[in-house]
T-cell receptor, first 113, second 113 residues
Framework: AQSVTQLDSHVSVSEGTPVLLRCNYS??????LFWYVQHPNKGLQLLLK??????LVKGINGFEAEFKKSETSFHLTKPSAHMSDAAEYFC???????????FGKGTRLSVIA | EPEVTQTPSHQVTQMGQEVILRCVPI?????FYWYRQILGQKVEFLVS????????KSEIFDDQFSVERPDGSNFTLKIRSTKLEDSAMYFC???????????FGDGTRLSIL
């Protein structure tokens, strides 16, 4: 069975500083991994996906994530935080094919001016 | 950009009543999903639907739940006799094919009194 662990429930950064949101996964087979973002009162928006191609994945809004099989990690990073990045971020795993998404508990990102 | 739409945004229902949550997936998508998020908890998979039948369901999706695609555009989730513990945010999602990322709606907040 697949699972994800988001290591921080809340991360706070200053505007213009780097963002690191940590995620570790567990999967019996080669997983597909995603990061979704949820702004207040909005749905879940796909930031980026990893599906066994390049291990460094670039997403929208300047975010990227690196798949590290040896560390079973898929951390989300951004070089410089913007106020609009404040939201809830979810790391998600699934097996390839028609299997349901398995969500982490989420990390709330706060950006301080 | 096409999006998944859900109605209503907020539904308040008395315990024991039936409720229907509605979703309009993206028009060329073939796979449809329902997830829920109880306040403060993880997003959880409920059911996936393809070719007019359920392809997978979780333990949460018991006999009180049903899904239907009554016409070419709507995808509904029915809870037959609501319980207090059904209070949650319910998200509809769709994907072109099973291996492609799922696109989510903004959710319906269901409050059971």
């Amino acid at each position: 069975a697949q699972s994800v662990t988001q290591l921080d429930s809340h991360v706070s950064v200053s505007e213009g500083t780097p963002v690191l949101l940590r995620c570790n996964y567990s999967s019996s087979y080669s997983p597909s991994l995603f990061w979704y973002v949820q702004h207040p009162n909005k749905g879940l928006q796909l930031l980026l996906k990893y599906t066994s191609a390049a291990t460094l994945v670039k997403g929208i809004n300047g975010f990227e994530a690196e798949f590290k099989k040896s560390e079973t990690s898929f951390h989300l990073t951004k070089p410089s935080a913007h106020m609009s990045d404040a939201a809830e971020y979810f790391c998600v795993v699934t097996l390839s094919g028609n299997t349901p998404l398995v969500f982490g508990k989420g990390t709330r990102l706060s950006v301080i001016a | 950009e096409p999006e998944v739409t859900q109605t209503p945004s907020h539904q308040v229902t008395q315990m024991g009543q039936e409720v229907i949550l509605r979703c309009v997936p993206i028009s060329n998508h073939l796979y449809f999903y329902w997830y829920r998020q109880i306040l403060g908890q993880k997003v959880e998979f409920l059911v996936s639907f393809y070719n007019n039948e359920i392809s997978e369901k979780s333990e949460i999706f018991d006999d009180q739940f049903s899904v239907e695609r009554p016409d070419g555009s709507n995808f509904t989730l029915k809870i037959r006799s609501t319980k207090l513990e059904d209070s949650a945010m319910y998200f509809c999602a769709s994907s072109v094919v099973a291996t492609q990322p799922q696109h989510f709606g903004d959710g319906t907040r269901l409050s059971i009194l």
